[in-house]
């Protein structure tokens, strides 16, 4: 490692060495294996139906939160376009009732230019995600479709 | 009689092989791939805080996942460095269900008897105080440099692992040593 500068620091990369490795050593790999192989006996695989069901909260997730979005677009189009200042009526959006032109249209209204952040899936839940990177995530997915 | 010919030594399967076998069926495949990577995903999960009571349930999580999931494992890296980003999602799942953090017990290797008492004290020292800063880093910066100090993989490696690029890899590296030097000097 010694393109990163740290190869001075022989204490770190010691005790990084070091870390973990006298938990790691008491494990017993055999009885792991044999309670793997016992666990993968009784739980079957998942079929592709059931999986797709698991998955199903993260996408109510995401049509709760597109709803929101789309909601507060309304509701700040709604001020902004009433010149006495008092706030247009809002109307209720009902994702399922739209067809995928009409999603595509909502997404491209609640796109604010200039905002896209990378998004990573790698350590993130939708909770931990921005407002920009929600909507970056729902730009990726209607690609996808 | 002729001379006995020097017994060729059979090569291992690799995972790539015994993953296709598990695939096709056989158990025993999916066990060799447990013992071969068992304690390399323990020490992962020890370092980047499991108590040592959950690392054998967790390990055991990790590798039904990995089963579970391998047909999505397409060889981007190796297939010991996809097991360890699964440990480390299996990690964070515990610690959200658990709300609690908690500390990582010393091992053995820390509470050894052999060696100088005073280089043992200061090796167990630094390795407590890594321990506590790992534990302070964000998620990224804490996998990055255990992927890269404890696992000993190149950036490459790890960038395609966490769908991230070698530089910025390496950056979270810097980062993380920059942060843990401060927790261990």
Sequence with gaps: MNDDG??????????????????????????????????LREEPRVPLR???????????????????????????????????GAAAPVETVDLSDMSAPQLRELLRTVEQPGTQEPVSSQDVGLEDLSPAQLRTLLASLEMET | MPPAEPVAAVPSPTDAALIAAWQGGDEQAAAELVRRHARALARFLAGAGAPEEDLDDLVQETFIRAFR???????????????????GNVLKDAHRRAKRSRVVPLGDDVRSTDGDPHERAVAAEAEKRLGDGLRRLPRLQRE???????????????????????????????HAVKRLKEYVK
């Design chain 1, 6 to 39: 740290t190869a001075h620091d022989a204490t770190l990369e010691d005790a990084a060495r070091r870390l973990g490795a006298g938990a790691a050593d008491r494990l017993d790999v055999e009885r792991t294996v044999q309670a793997v192989l016992t666990r």
């Design chain 1, 50 to 84: 059931a999986a797709w069901a698991w998955s199903r909260p993260a996408w109510l997730k995401i049509a709760a939160a597109l709803v929101i979005v789309a909601g507060a677009g309304v509701v700040t189009r709604g001020v902004r376009q009433t010149p006495s």
């Design chain 2, 69 to 87: 999931a391998v047909g999505s494992f397409r060889g981007q890296c190796r297939f010991r460095t996809w097991l360890l980003t699964i440990g």
């Design chain 2, 144 to 174: 990055v440099f255990l992927l890269r100090a404890q696992q000993g993989l190149e950036y490459d490696e790890i960038a395609a692992a966490l769908g991230t690029t070698p530089g910025a890899a390496r950056v979270h590296y810097h």
